[in-house]
């Protein structure tokens, strides 16, 4: 009898073992597979874009990340700098939190801000004066804010054949590329740049009075030296119009203040070209070009000013705008 208790009694520790070694496994199988699942969902979470926006009240950064977001999918923040609560050190510390895998930056000072908080990260800007003055890195990608100059001196030839001198003024500091890209293109299609650069806002009169009197035209481009405030603006359009000197330029603004014909570049398509370039980049497809040209533009005619200077139309072309204003 004794005999049978002992037997019994292995037998059972023996089926208490084995239901042990069972449920251990089983708890190791299932804590794998939470290790796994929490990984992938690390995965995940570090996937994704935050948005860093120079100052969301300006209407053309506004505009830029509406068509960005519209189109991108896996936005995880929204940081606005011309909230004067983000500092660096809170954007520094909400970049950490967030971990993005590319951030879509509006406007230089976000730009900038990335680029230094942030290097290591996909950096996709839009909305940038003159992007070849900023420091790149190969993480930089963007669309650039300056049409082509190819493509403005092309459609300012197509509507006035006659032109043939166009007057800039800009800064080395901001234009020094782009004014160099656009000399070289004029050449090509027949045209004449006459230049002055200026450094300080201080300069920009006595520029005005030496170059109005030797163009055909005034192309105003987007430099902060020359448009310092709304001051600067009124007295080149002031001077163009007593000097009967159309004034060519970047924004429907300067509509308003008399600008003769305005070529801009479509703003919620930059913002849709910067989600395409962003979507290709989390997917690792090939990126050919790091920067590229606005694939969009809007431009708007003034004819008041065109019979007022007496400019030479070509009719043909008024297809071509998308703005008539009479």
């Given at each position: 009898?004794?005999?049978?208790?002992?037997?019994?009694?292995?037998?059972?520790?023996?089926?208490?073992?084995?239901?042990?070694?069972?449920?251990?496994?089983?708890?190791?199988?299932?804590?794998?597979?939470?290790?796994?699942?929490?990984?992938?969902?690390?995965?995940?979470?570090?996937r994704?874009?935050?948005?860093?926006?120079?100052?969301?009240?300006?209407?053309?950064?506004?505009?830029?990340?509406?068509?960005?977001?519209?189109?991108?999918?896996?936005?995880?923040?929204?940081?606005?700098?011309?909230?004067?609560?983000?500092?660096?050190?809170?954007?520094?510390e909400?970049?950490?939190?967030?971990?993005?895998?590319?951030?879509?930056?509006?406007?230089?000072?976000?730009?900038?801000?990335?680029?230094?908080i942030?290097?290591?990260k996909?950096?996709?800007?839009s909305?940038?004066?003159?992007?070849?003055?900023?420091p790149?890195?190969?993480?930089?990608?963007g669309?650039?804010?300056?049409?082509?100059?190819?493509?403005?001196?092309?459609?300012?030839?197509y509507?006035?054949?006659?032109?043939?001198?166009?007057?800039?003024?800009y800064?080395?500091?901001?234009?020094?590329e782009?004014?160099?890209?656009?000399?070289?293109?004029?050449?090509?299609?027949?045209?004449?740049?006459?230049?002055?650069?200026?450094?300080?806002?201080?300069?920009?009169?006595?520029?005005?009075?030496?170059?109005?009197?030797?163009?055909?035209?005034l192309?105003?481009?987007?430099?902060?030296?020359?448009?310092?405030?709304?001051?600067?603006?009124?007295?080149?359009?002031s001077?163009?119009?007593?000097?009967k000197?159309?004034?060519?330029?970047?924004?429907?603004?300067?509509?308003?203040?008399?600008?003769?014909?305005?070529?801009?570049?479509?703003?919620?398509?930059?913002?849709?070209?910067?989600?395409?370039?962003?979507?290709?980049?989390?997917?690792?497809?090939?990126?050919?070009?790091?920067?590229?040209?606005?694939?969009?533009?809007?431009?708007m005619?003034?004819m008041?000013?065109?019979?007022?200077?007496?400019?030479?139309?070509?009719?043909?072309?008024?297809?071509?705008?998308?703005?008539i204003?009479?």
């Open positions: 009898m004794m005999k049978n208790m002992a037997s019994t009694t292995a037998d059972c520790l023996l089926i208490l073992r084995a239901s042990f070694v069972r449920t251990i496994g089983v708890l190791l199988s299932v804590s794998v597979l939470v290790l796994f699942q929490a990984g992938e969902a690390r995965a995940e979470e570090s994704g874009i935050l948005i860093l926006n120079s100052n969301s009240a300006v209407k053309n950064y506004e505009l830029a990340q509406a068509a960005f977001a519209a189109n991108s999918a896996g936005i995880k923040a929204q940081i606005n700098l011309g909230n004067s609560s983000n500092d660096i050190d809170t954007v520094r909400r970049i950490r939190q967030v971990n993005p895998d590319a951030i879509y930056a509006i406007g230089s000072k976000a730009y900038l801000l990335a680029h230094d942030a290097e290591d996909k950096i996709i800007f909305s940038v004066l003159n992007w070849q003055r900023l790149m890195s190969k993480h930089s990608y669309v650039s804010n300056e049409l082509s100059p190819g493509m403005q001196l092309m459609t300012y030839r509507l006035f054949p006659k032109l043939k001198k166009i007057g800039i003024i800064s080395e500091k901001f234009n020094k782009w004014l160099s890209a656009a000399a070289e293109t004029a050449a090509d299609v027949g045209m004449e740049i006459v230049s002055i650069a200026i450094a300080e806002p201080a300069e920009l009169i006595s520029a005005l009075e030496k170059l109005l009197p030797e163009v055909d035209a192309w105003l481009i987007s430099d902060p030296v020359v448009l310092t405030d709304q001051e600067s603006a009124l007295e080149i359009f001077r163009s119009a007593t000097m000197k159309p004034v060519i330029a970047y924004a429907e603004i300067f509509s308003t203040l008399g600008a003769t014909l305005v070529i801009s570049a479509d703003i919620s398509t930059m913002g849709l070209q910067a989600a395409t370039l962003s979507r290709d980049l989390l997917e690792h497809k090939e990126v050919l070009q790091s920067v590229v040209d606005p694939a969009g533009s809007y431009i005619l003034n008041k000013k065109v019979k007022e200077y007496g400019l030479d139309l070509n009719n043909e072309a008024l297809g071509s705008v998308n703005q204003i009479e």
